[in-house]
């Protein structure tokens, strides 16, 4: 096992480093401390994920490929978190909602070290988010973790602590393509229901039975077959971006596409999925188009009100987010 890094740019006085894991087995990762960004997923000549051109384009605009998004990630109906009589008002950055924590996790600087054994290459990187800042309470300490083996599993773990109260909901916010185009991928999901989503993303009917629907994955099946569909809910977000509860069996979920697999596992309660909707070959990503990709987030589902009671942390309760992607 093998670790590396170089330093590509500067950004608020902080350097700006990619970080590389190497296994035995030739699989090789490689991360960015701008964001704690999964930028490459490489094997056997492919890149597994959506990547932006160059390391230095992930700072040009915000993009969301690979990046730890937070505190949290997804949306807040109306930007309110109310507790009893309490309520507070996050930035309205979405219409009338909160989205993806404001100028969030995955647009700031990590500090960062490496770890070579004859096991596993690691990252550990770490971040103190202020109180205050984005609107959140609590000054938040977190700890992302990036670690290979040689079985070419690579585990995410995110542990976050806050001094006060506070909400927070954060997920990888990685875009799956196995070196092909999601759209072509077949998918597997061990998710019983999904929750429908109103014109602003929100899950607004509760949870759905994916029964008879274009939402039943529970069997292996083309993604493309989904973005097909005629499915009301398909059409209102132009492909797939909704919530899958997990029904606990494992694997959560198993994309397999023509010569690669992967698998993941998890603790989150859901699954968050996005085909990579609107990409258009414009911007910093003029090199990805609409479907090329599909995020497979896994975090707590959007609440279609301001009872936020699941993503609410006491003072110092532990956060603690694993995920384990394994390719073949």
């Not at 500067?10 to 590389?20: A, G, I, S, T």
């Not at 507790?83 to 930035?91: F, P, R, S």
């Not at 929750?195 to 274009?214: C, F, H, I, R, W």
């Not at 994955?217 to 499915?231: C, H, M, P, Q, T």
Request: hydrophobic share 35%; aromatic share 8%; glycine share 8%.
């Amino acid at each position: 096992m093998k670790t590396a890094f170089k330093k590509y740019g500067r950004k608020d006085n902080h350097d700006l480093c990619e970080l590389m894991l190497l296994n035995d087995s030739g699989m090789e990762v490689k991360i960015l401390n701008y964001g704690a960004t999964l930028e490459k997923v490489l094997l056997s000549g492919d890149d597994l994920i959506l990547s932006l051109n160059s390391p230095a384009d992930y700072s040009k605009e915000r993009n969301f490929l690979g990046g730890t998004v937070g505190r949290i990630c997804g949306r807040v109906y109306q930007g309110k978190w109310q507790l009893g009589a309490n309520i507070l008002q996050l930035l309205q950055n979405d219409g009338e909602n909160h989205i993806h924590g404001g100028i969030g996790l995955d647009m700031q600087v990590w500090n960062f070290k490496l770890y070579a054994g004859s096991q596993v290459a690691r990252a550990d990187l770490t971040l103190v988010d202020p109180d205050g800042n984005n609107g959140y309470p609590g000054n938040l300490k977190l700890h992302a973790i990036y670690e290979l083996d040689n079985d070419n599993n690579l585990r995410y773990e995110l542990i976050a602590v806050s001094d006060k109260m506070t909400i927070f909901n954060p997920a990888n916010h990685t875009y799956f393509t196995l070196g092909e185009k999601a759209k072509d991928l077949k998918m597997q999901l061990n998710a019983d229901y999904y929750l429908p989503v109103g014109e602003d993303g929100l899950p607004n009917q509760g949870m759905k039975s994916v029964d008879q629907t274009a939402f039943d994955f529970r069997k292996v099946k083309k993604i493309g077959e989904a973005l097909n569909s005629s499915d009301k809910q398909i059409k209102l977000r132009n492909g797939l971006d909704h919530p899958f509860i997990l029904n606990g069996n494992r694997p959560a979920a198993t994309l397999i596409g023509e010569n690669h697999q992967m698998t993941m596992t998890t603790n989150a309660p859901a699954i968050v999925t996005y085909t990579a909707n609107h990409f258009n070959h414009t911007g910093v990503a003029n090199n990805i188009d609409q479907y090329d990709g599909i995020t497979l987030e896994a975090q707590c589902p959007p609440s279609e009100n301001s009872d936020l009671g699941e993503i609410t942390l006491l003072p110092f309760e532990k956060f603690d987010r694993k995920i384990c992607w394994s390719f073949k």
